[in-house]
């Protein structure tokens, strides 16, 4: 797998490609546990921003380390942050996070071991989730006396509904992965050593399939926050768009000639 690294040698998040399969992955490594400071923020919105533009890439991954997805924020910054200061890294956070689940590609996290606060908000970014057994997800940010600041009040419900996302939230317990598939936080859970290889293959998968995936995961997304005749007609101009594109043609004549499920797309 090829490097790419950001503008930095010490960025705190770099992006590999591998270009036989078209699957890119974020790396946070921000020893020891991934902590998330403002600079490690802006270096994700960099990798994204540089993946997103790349026509070698079709699919992105997110993943830490075996210890840490991603422990939460670098709380040693809160202390410096008045009213303004913490406005500010909101937005730098909301930035990078935003940039990350408006890609048009599928992304998918990798999470093992812990994945608080920000880690956690990171997660919830991307379109789904793949877990270790060992990993522990939440919100814990009431227990510093603030509240998710990255999205937590407002990706969490979405997927685990209300009532789940108050408990996690107002208490800020970790959940481990019996209770999280339970309750749709996340997508599949799998031994440690076998979690990376499994997102991987899953990712290859999406980096191969038709253009209209993107179209798929912007009806969703787009759809979720709209009233259901306006999402209903969202979906009308997207279906039409799909057929503009090179492998509409491609999917339709393998169907007729083949059958389901042989189609080699081309991702246009």
């Keep these: 797998m090829a ?22 992955t974020l790396v946070l490594d921000r020893p020891p546990l991934n902590a998330l400071d403002l600079a490690a923020w802006r270096d994700l919105e960099a990798a994204v921003t540089d993946a997103a533009g790349r026509d070698d890439v079709r699919a992105l991954l997110v993943r830490g380390g075996p210890r840490a997805f991603a422990a939460g924020a670098d709380v040693s910054e809160f202390a410096d942050w008045d009213v303004a200061g913490a406005a500010a890294a909101a937005a730098t956070i909301h930035g990078a996070l935003d940039a990350l689940a408006a890609v048009p590609m599928v992304t998918i996290a990798v999470v093992a071991g812990y994945a ?18 060992n990993a522990k997800i939440g919100q814990p940010e009431v227990l510093l006396g603030v ?63 038709p253009a209209s995936l993107a179209l798929a995961k912007r009806a969703i997304d787009d759809g979720a926050d709209l009233p259901l005749g306006e999402a209903l007609a969202l979906e009308q101009r997207l279906f039409a768009d799909a057929f503009a594109t090179d492998d509409r ?10 059958g389901p499920g042989v189609a080699r797309f081309s991702g246009r």
């Design 147 to 209: 509240l998710p600041g990255g999205g937590g009040t407002q990706r969490l419900p979405r997927l685990v509904g209300v009532g789940r996302a108050k408990d996690l939230v107002l208490t800020g317990r970790m959940v481990d992965m019996v209770e999280a598939p339970a309750i749709g936080l996340v997508d599949r859970v799998l031994p440690a050593d076998e979690v990376l290889a499994a997102a991987t293959a899953q990712a290859v998968t999406f980096a191969a399939g």
């Design 3 to 24: 490097a790419h690294p950001g503008t930095s040698g010490t960025t705190a998040v770099r992006l590999e490609v591998d270009p036989s399969t078209r699957v890119g």
């Design 249 to 258: 043609a491609i999917g339709v004549r393998s169907f007729l000639a083949d």
């Design 116 to 133: 608080l606060g920000g880690g956690c908000e990171l997660a919830l970014a991307c379109d789904l989730r793949f877990a270790a057994d």
